[in-house]
């Protein structure tokens, strides 16, 4: 009996050393969604309530901070580019030749009537930075092993108060997202349906992104193909290159 109890005490510390926490899986999920530069051409395809239409876009991203996206189709979407700095995000149009900075009420609004909106696509895509984390519980979703996450917001004005994630405990690749206002309403909800293999990572090429509070079936995004690690000119992450 002493033996065993001695054995016990000497086991805990080590379990303990091992137990991997909430916000050691979401580090690992921010290093396998982000990257230093990468180029992608992809679809959204938006689900409304009088039909649906897509968009296909490229989009040049340099670590966290800078994106760039034209819109190459439809005709009447052709030439619109985005531009993020930062927190700062400016919109050509080439109808009016005109561009315009998105700011303060304009963030809520919908980028290209899609389910996603400005303030979705200004937000800092490294999680770690902006929640914390707890496991909650561990789920099958879609056939796969997942740690199920809550997510609380580590500052007052985050977009989202607190998120549920479901990480593949394989992949460390979200497969499910809830997102929640301060009061629990659900606002926002994410599923990524194909997940790939591409240059040394898993890449998320399908998902549906839903806006609650909106009718509809949602918004799809496709990737089409994507480049990691590619040299990028400094010039194509600056407000000139909006009207090139």
């Not at 997510?151 to 929640?180: G, M, N």
């Not at 949602?218 to 480049?227: A, D, K, L, R």
Request: glycine share 4%.
């Amino acid at each position: 009996m002493k033996l065993f109890i001695y054995l016990f005490i000497m086991i805990i510390p080590f379990t303990n050393i091992f137990a991997v926490t909430g916000n050691e899986i979401l580090k690992k999920v921010d290093d396998t969604i982000t990257s230093d530069n990468k180029i992608a051409i992809s679809k959204m395809i938006i689900h409304g309530r009088r039909g649906s239409r897509t968009i296909e876009a490229k989009t040049w991203v340099q670590g966290v901070e800078k994106s760039f996206t034209e819109y190459l189709s439809p005709a009447r979407e052709k030439g619109t580019k985005m531009l993020k700095l930062q927190d700062q995000l400016w919109t050509y149009s080439p109808q009016t030749d005109r561009t315009i900075r998105i700011a303060g009420h304009m963030l809520r609004q919908s980028v290209m009537g899609s389910d996603l909106s400005y303030e979705d696509y200004t937000e800092d895509p490294k999680l770690v930075n902006l929640y914390n984390a707890e496991i909650i519980a561990e789920e099958m979703f879609n056939q796969r092993a997942c740690w199920v996450l809550k997510l609380e917001a580590q500052k007052s004005d985050i977009t989202y108060h607190s998120r549920k994630i479901w990480v593949d405990k394989e992949r460390y690749i979200p497969l499910k997202e809830e997102r929640f206002a301060k009061s629990g309403k659900l606002l926002k909800s994410l599923v990524i349906n194909k997940v790939e293999w591409m240059s040394d990572r898993w890449v998320p090429v399908e998902m549906l992104f839903k806006d609650q509070l909106q009718q509809g079936k949602g918004t799809e995004f496709i990737v089409e193909s994507i480049e990691f690690n590619v040299n990028i000119p400094d010039y194509v992450f600056t407000r000139a290159a909006l009207k090139k």
